[in-house]
């Protein structure tokens, strides 16, 4: 089993930024995938990045390619996602997952944390 506690979400105005972390525990394997989404209300859960546990670089959604930056310390057991230029339109719970390989649906998720921007 995996645990995921997020943490990072906060208020903030348009054009600033914030720093989620994703602390995980449990046994993790190299081959696991870390990902990050997000959900606003009345919509659906929308992917935001991910990155593999072991290396490789993140991969990104359009819409928050080039603003936001996910990251990971193997040593801390923990994925972070820096979100910079933050919009409005950012509103929304995040929350971070992981799968036990690449193209696997995601079997353990967090609590969410909330993300505000205000305009």
């Known amino acids: 089993q995996v645990q995921l506690a997020e943490s990072g979400g906060g208020l903030v105005q348009a054009g600033g930024s914030l720093r989620l972390s994703c602390a995980a525990s449990?046994?993790?394997?190299?081959?696991?995938?870390m990902g990050w989404f997000r959900q606003a209300p009345g919509k659906e859960r929308e992917f935001v990045a991910r990155?593999?546990?072991?290396?490789?670089?993140?991969y990104y959604a359009n819409s928050v390619k080039g603003r936001f930056t996910m990251s990971r310390d193997n040593a801390k057991n923990t994925v972070y996602l820096q979100m910079n230029s933050l919009k409005p339109e950012d509103t929304a719970v995040y929350s971070c997952?992981?799968?036990?390989?690449?193209?696997?649906?995601?079997?353990?998720w967090g609590q969410g944390t909330q993300v505000t921007v205000s305009s």
């Open positions: 990155i593999m546990w072991s290396s490789g670089t993140p």
């Open positions: 449990g046994r993790i394997f190299s081959s696991y995938v």
């Open positions: 997952a992981a799968s036990r390989a690449l193209g696997i649906a995601y079997d353990y």
